[in-house]
């Protein structure tokens, strides 16, 4: 079964209508493998903007969502709500949300059910920090934190996990091929032994973490690396090569 590469550029909170002009310049530009599905992850005030600039064949993502549909709950953002503005992918579960602003698995867990519910297709993140890195628990947390998905949803066919080891994500320090595959060849066994070997077989697992024009296609040679999720390097023109990483 052919995993179709996928890149997810996260803007992060980044941006001016100047600067997306610029983003969607160069991506227009490209040229961008056509075999390679491309998402950005826009600021929520963007997303109709810049779906309106990009061409048809790059989805536009929110960086986050809420776990209902509407109501009281001051600055959300609901999946009924992106999906009328035509938005059809979320980012759920990023490490900056998860420790910055305290989400734990359970909430992540709800937030893609939901998500899910609605319609929408969904880069769910999971990884380490350092310390749990160092302690021997890269195994341990990315499992748990996949388990409390794999609790709440069914269907995985619209979900993507971006496996983002936290000391990875804006540092410079990339994690090696190696790494990666391990962690992605693992989770995949996982996906099989605790979900189905269907999904296992069929969900995409991308890495994200300092990936750059430099490191992108070494790893991107790994068997179990389905893709990226590429922050500060998808504001910038290398975004079109880390596209390409496979060609
Ligand atoms: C990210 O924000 O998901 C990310 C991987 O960031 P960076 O590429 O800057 O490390």
Redesign the pocket.
């Known amino acids: 079964m052919s995993r179709k590469f996928c890149v997810g550029g996260?803007w992060?909170m980044n941006g001016d209508k100047k600067g997306i002009q610029e983003i969607v310049n160069f991506l227009k530009a490209g040229p961008l493998d056509p075999n390679v599905e491309v998402i950005v992850g826009c600021p929520a005030p963007y997303l109709e903007y810049s779906k309106g600039l990009l061409p048809a064949s790059i989805s536009v993502s929110a960086q986050n969502c809420y776990k209902v549909p509407k109501g009281a709950f001051t600055g959300e953002i609901s999946p009924a709500m992106l999906k009328d503005l035509g938005v059809n992918w979320v980012i759920l579960g990023?490490s900056e949300r998860r420790n910055v602003f305290g989400e734990d698995d359970q909430l992540v867990a709800e937030k893609t059910a939901h998500a899910l519910e609605e319609g929408l297709s969904v880069i769910a993140c999971i990884g380490e920090k350092l310390e749990e890195r160092e302690a021997g628990k890269t195994e341990e947390v990315v499992y748990r934190q996949t388990q409390a998905i794999a609790d709440k949803i069914k269907d995985w066919s619209k979900v993507v996990i971006a496996y983002?080891p936290v000391w990875?994500?804006?540092?410079g320090k990339t994690a090696t091929p190696q790494q990666a595959q391990e962690v992605h060849e693992k989770l995949r066994a996982w996906l099989k032994a605790k979900v189905s070997e269907k999904v296992a077989n069929e969900t995409r697992i991308i890495y994200?973490?300092?990936?750059t024009a430099a490191n992108c296609k070494e790893l991107a040679k790994s068997g179990d690396i389905d893709g990226f999720?590429?922050?500060?390097?998808s504001l910038k023109p290398e975004f079109v090569q880390i596209v390409n990483a496979r060609q």
């Not at 999720?229 to 390097?233: D, F, T």
């Open positions: 996260n992060k990023h983002e990875a994500i804006g540092t994200g973490g300092s990936v999720l590429v922050g500060g390097a």
